[in-house]
């Protein structure tokens, strides 16, 4: 037997017990969905376990879950974290009640594909691998700002593992190997966003493992809908690299200001708008072609007036440890 077939066969037998760590905050309405994923998953039920780690919600989400259990196929824990209000401190909640050598994340809002587990555990058969992260693409939608934020693949891990200071994976479609936790702590549970790239970067410093991307683990998830939302979305964004700034030394954002805005803008109208308007005419242009510049600058305004005005919250540089 040659080295292929025999990295094949190792592949096809690796089937480590894995826990899925999934924090859910008022997500009542995403449970169902969420449940039907997990069970439609090809990886053998008796080797995964699912943790659902309500964070304080008051939508029914708790009750909910102990409902959906009962009688459910694959082995749901479910679990609670009362104390910090923060995604990062349900998923240490979960982690802490893990089995698994293998921890997954996935977000109460996504939905995880059929194969999405055994692709995404299939590269920690390198022992040298200890955190994998999966491909993140967008659910269908009908709006504008879901055609535009899908054709930006704004969702995508393509951005993070791309990242210049140093790669990482979103937690809504990550893995790390339990090891690496041990080693180098769980997630900052006063962090209110950008622990996964904290995390990924703890442990990617400490030498501990290496990183690898897996495309075919797919997590889809909703784009936002509503200016209100994207704004939302984006000025997290700008927390984010603010918070990194000051726990890791990142490369701040750029001002965006108004007088670049306005200029921009004044280009786009005399020159895109007339170019792309003609080109719709002839079928080689849609509306998100057209309205790509003001959706643009408007999430790099809401990014940087994210960054402007964040504060790392109190004791975020706290660390949880198993």
């Not at 939508?59 to 694959?74: A, H, S, V, W």
């Not at 700034?245 to 020159?271: A, Q, S």
């Amino acid at each position: 037997m040659n080295n292929e077939s025999l990295k094949t066969t190792a592949s096809n037998t690796f089937k480590p017990q894995v826990s899925v760590v999934v924090p859910i905050y008022n997500g009542r309405a995403d449970i169902p969905e969420l449940i039907n994923c997990l069970g439609a998953q090809t990886y053998p039920k008796h080797r995964v376990e699912y943790l659902l780690v309500d964070n304080n919600s008051s939508d029914g989400t708790f009750e909910l879950l102990k409902l959906k259990r009962e009688n459910c196929p694959i082995k749901i824990r479910v679990l609670s974290e009362n104390k910090i209000q923060s995604s990062y401190a349900a998923r240490n909640t979960g982690i802490r009640e893990a089995v698994g050598e293998i921890i997954a994340f996935t977000d109460a809002d996504c939905r995880p594909q059929p194969q999405w587990l055994d692709a995404l555990i299939q590269p920690f058969v390198n022992q040298n691998v200890v955190i994998v992260a999966g491909e993140i693409t967008a659910l269908p939608g009908d709006s504008l700002l879901e055609k535009y934020a899908d054709r930006q693949e704004t969702l995508s891990q393509k951005h993070t593992l791309a990242n210049k200071f140093c790669a990482y994976g979103q937690t809504a479609n990550l893995a790390i190997r339990r090891l690496a936790l041990e080693k180098a702590g769980l997630f900052r549970p006063y962090l209110t966003t950008g622990g996964d790239a904290d995390i990924c970067w703890r442990i990617l410093q400490l030498e501990i493992g290496s990183l690898e991307f897996a495309p075919l683990a797919i997590v889809q998830h909703r784009h936002r809908t509503t200016l209100k939302e994207l704004k939302s979305q984006w000025r997290r964004y700008g927390r984010s690299n603010s918070y990194l700034h000051e726990l890791h030394g990142v490369e701040l954002m750029r001002e965006i200001t108004l007088n670049e805005c306005y200029y921009r803008l004044g280009r786009w109208l005399l020159k895109e708008v007339p170019k792309n308007s003609l080109k719709a005419l002839f079928g080689k242009a849609s509306l998100v072609d057209l309205v790509n510049t003001p959706i643009g600058l408007f999430t790099a305004r809401a990014r940087y007036l994210g960054q402007q005005q964040a504060q790392l919250p109190p004791q975020a540089e706290k660390i949880e440890w198993l």
